[in-house]
């Protein structure tokens, strides 16, 4: 009997971005997307909203999956943007530790993107308030990279971020590319930048990586094999 393989993805309780996406651009018959969602109001460096990815939730949310025996498992957030890579790191050895399923990220997809397209000077475009998008940006530096370039858009509520129009994204970036970087990052899943990506790529000659669709890309690469 034909199985058809499925990708579990856990995705912020606010985010109204991928679920359509995966409706309009992966209607493919070779796998089916499911999803579970954490609880993400809104995004702060306070304490009552860094508890919103308390690890043992994030772990909670991830093991409903495991009742459509899922093949993957994507957690669907931008989060250790600001709270470091290795907590998407430890999530993914948690996960598979406690149901055996491959798992990986949305952040770890951009910076394996990244490391395949050997980019080094980075732009980035949030919707996040100040402290937030620079935490990010020191991030990274941590990493090893230049200091990005970046711009944000100053929003704090998590389900506002879908309301941005695609043209201010596609703004935003036009403007980041004129710092001439290799890459220029979308990061937050519940940004409607999967429209504009592709063809600002092409038009601005520089690879566009919109998180959201680096989620789905994600879960298709591990059922697919790809290393």
């Not at 043209?167 to 990052?185: G, Q």
């Amino acid at each position: 009997m034909y199985a058809v393989r499925r990708i579990g993805i856990v995705i912020p309780s606010s985010n109204v971005v991928i679920e359509p996406l995966v409706a309009q651009r992966f209607r493919d018959l070779n796998y089916t997307v499911h999803f579970s969602r954490l609880s993400v109001s809104e995004i702060k460096l306070d304490a009552k909203s860094l508890e919103q990815f308390e690890i043992r939730e994030q772990l909670i949310a991830a093991q409903k999956l495991c009742d459509a025996r899922v093949d993957a498992i994507v957690w669907g957030g931008t989060s250790a943007g600001w709270l470091g890579l290795e907590r998407d790191e430890t999530y993914c050895k948690l996960v598979e530790q406690e149901t055996a399923i491959p798992t990986t990220t949305c952040m770890l997809e951009m910076n394996r993107k990244m490391t395949d397209l050997d980019a080094r000077r980075i732009a980035i475009l949030t919707p996040y308030t100040d402290d937030v998008h620079n935490r990010i940006l020191d991030n990274y530096v941590k990493l090893g990279f230049p200091r990005p370039v970046g711009l944000n858009l100053g929003k704090t509520v998590s389900n506002d971020f879908a309301s941005i129009s695609p043209d201010v994204i596609e703004e935003t970036v036009r403007s980041l590319a004129k710092n001439a970087p290799d890459v220029i990052m979308i990061m937050c899943t519940n940004l409607k930048g999967a429209g504009v990506a592709d063809d600002l790529s092409k038009s601005l000659k520089i690879p566009v990586i919109d998180s959201a669709l680096a989620t789905l890309q994600a879960g298709h690469r591990i059922i697919s094999g790809d290393k």
